[in-house]
């Protein structure tokens, strides 16, 4: 492509947890993500990467940058060894990976904030507040959308759909309590994941456009897995063309019947292929929204 190609929504595994997820998901009590990586009823489509597999990958494709996020752990002390790894990721190659944080805005919020900040992170994702386990009303959410506003950082909410087909083993994020989480931090940048769920999808917000607060954004991640190619119409029409924002969700394969490795290609070319979107329009999807988001 002949613009800049920025993937959004990219998560960092290191090598010890791809042997036996499930055992260490035991063994740090992070139950939620073994299942979800390594369902016992079905094949998994987790994939794992290196950070020079996962760049011979975005060479392939013709991506710029990718955004290693975190995960929604739910202890504070995988959120922080967690965040060790990815500025390790980051180091092996500054130019092309951007770092965010895995924070758990359980408790030692600012504490797990600055130490995120002093290895180079620069956002916050993916929080999932049904794993996780705060709302609104949590004094850690106010402390981090507080630090998050003042220091520009941007915040990944995952957001479970409830139309389209459906994960097994998701936890339900209802809508009104993501955007009760969004309208507390207006100077806050969020992106929500997975097209903020069914918020591009539902009625209430088909009716209502210009409703959708400035400061949310919305990325495509793992959008195959979910809907139908019609939704990047829809979202188009719902959000607008500045708040989309490319994602993938790598390593996960998108197209598990097509592909025995996670890779960028298959997305991008589905992208390309199935969707309407003008030159315009993917200029400013794949990259330029995101140049904006980071400031
Ligand atoms: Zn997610």
Redesign the pocket.
């Known amino acids: 492509m002949s613009f800049s190609v920025i993937d959004c929504?990219t998560h960092v595994y290191p090598q010890e947890l791809s042997s036996g997820p499930r055992t260490w998901a035991a063994m740090h009590q992070e139950p939620h993500w073994g299942t979800l990586v390594s369902p016992i009823d079905r094949l998994s489509i987790q994939d794992w990467a290196t950070p020079k597999r996962m760049l011979k990958d975005m060479d392939a494709a013709g991506i710029d940058k990718t955004v290693l996020l975190g995960w929604y752990w739910e202890q504070v002390d995988t959120a922080c060894w967690h965040n060790k790894i990815i500025a390790e990721w980051v180091a092996t190659a500054p130019d092309r990976f951007i770092g965010f944080a895995a924070i758990q805005p359980k408790e030692r919020v600012s504490e797990q904030l600055s130490a995120a900040a002093d290895l180079g992170l620069c956002g916050v994702g993916?929080l999932?507040h049904g794993v996780q386990g705060f709302d609104v009303d949590s004094a850690g959410w106010s402390e981090l959308i507080d630090w998050c506003s003042y220091h520009n950082w941007p915040i990944n909410l995952?957001?479970t759909g409830s139309i389209g087909r459906q994960h097994p083993d998701a936890v339900a994020t209802p809508h009104d309590e993501i955007i009760a989480l969004t309208e507390s931090g207006p100077g806050t940048t969020f992106i929500l994941?997975?097209w903020g769920g069914d918020l591009l999808l539902s009625n209430e917000y088909q009716t209502s456009e210009l409703s959708l607060p400035g400061n949310v954004y919305f990325d495509c991640?793992?959008s195959p897995l979910l809907h139908s190619p019609d939704i990047f119409e829809r979202a188009l029409k719902i959000a607008g063309k500045n708040k989309i924002l490319f994602g993938s969700?790598y390593p996960l394969r998108l197209f598990p019947g097509k592909q025995k490795q996670a890779d960028f290609v298959h997305y991008l070319n589905y992208i390309k292929e199935e969707t309407p979107l003008k030159p315009e329009e993917l200029k400013l999807i794949m990259g330029d929204n995101f140049k904006r988001v980071l400031g």
């Open positions: 929504h993916e999932h995952h957001v994941a997975h991640s793992a969700d």
